[in-house]
């Protein structure tokens, strides 16, 4: 399996957490997503339905050894900025080759099923295939 | 020991208006033995960035479902919850939640199959309470109980066997294959939903049915227009209006998808319009749109139960 050494990072974080500690881990992710720069806003960026609460997605793959992710959720979708910000925090500044080379199902891995409804975290797959749509795209 | 009703006179117009309280009587309330206040919601991290102070968090996902079976946690394991979350038999339990009270309807529903006698719905929800600029704690409640007592679950337990005025709320498949034709059924789902051009909510993943429609003379009425912009419940009369083709004594049947908006639904009807005997069928969509040889209408009509394929 081929992860970026942050997103792997962050991945082995969630998976020695259990239970309501998973959850907090979650939520401390949430409230870190980045503020979206001065001159990006929600209306220039890609909306994802696929999630639960209204997400916006930013990839500038100007440079492709340093691809730029922006996400925008609502305070009040605290869980869809947790995925949002994992995403961030993880493949921010990667190379494209190296966020194509994530693994669509690497999510399983942080082992939230238990906690979060399946389908719901499909959110975040679909964040995944949307940014790598983007990368072929560009 | 129970708590008086919320006496506000907007809420006097419902059937049982006991089974609702504003955010002003839950206010004056806060602290009350005999009184918990539970939040479930959809987004599993909603109550801990926040919530009405001395509530408990019910997720539906994690503390409601049995982890194996699709089926609801029987009645040892829901005595078990109860007093993981400090409730005794006799109090007053307010629900509360986001998205209009969805999944707080769907708590209240489920606490209704193990017969907890007094459990009402907070007006409006989270977002009404957040909106009335209402307090909030981070501090997560740690009383525990012991003596819940374990009841079986209603949809468990034969008829005959039930206390009196203890109706059926749940329908299984089997139930609404029997009464098709002679039951009213009210499709809760997106208009898109119904007519089988989705198989999933707008906004929402794909959810997994194989076939798109709804069930033969099924109504179409979305389980939101139940609320009000504010998340509130829409009056008596505007209720009376949206629901005129449901009958007391109709064998009643609401669904949605997994059981979760029809719940909404089914606590309109059975508390709010004092409709008696309606089901909340929670196989629903994900169930009949993929089973085998059950009857599907597609398109904008309920359709005829011999006229369908």
Redesign the interface.
Known sequence: MSMPAPLAEVVSEFAEMAGQDKLNLLLEFANELPELPGDLTEAAMEPVPECQSPLFLHVDAADRDNVRLYFSAPAEAPTTRGFAAILAAGLDGQPAADILAVPDDFYSELGLAALISPLRLRGMSAMLTRIKRRLRAA | MSLPPDPTAALQEYAHPERLVTGDWLSQHLGTPGLVIVESN?????Y??GHIPGAVKIDW??DLND?HVRDYINGEQFANLMNRKGISREDTVVIYG?KSNWWAAYALWVFTLFGHPDVRLLNGGRDAWLAEGRDTTLDVPEKRTTGYPVVERNDTVPEALRPSGSSQIRAFQSDVLASLGSSTLIDVRSPLEYTGERTHM???????ALRGGHIPTAVSVPWAKAADDTGRFRTRAELDEIYSFVSPGDNNIAYCRIGERSSHTWFVLTHLLGIPGVRNYDGSWTEWGNAVRVPVAVGDEPGTVAGSR
Request: charged share 40%; aromatic share 6%; glycine share 6%.
């Open positions: 959809e987004d599993v991290l909603l801990d960035v996902h994690v982890p986001d707008p906004d929402y993943p794909e959810e997994g």
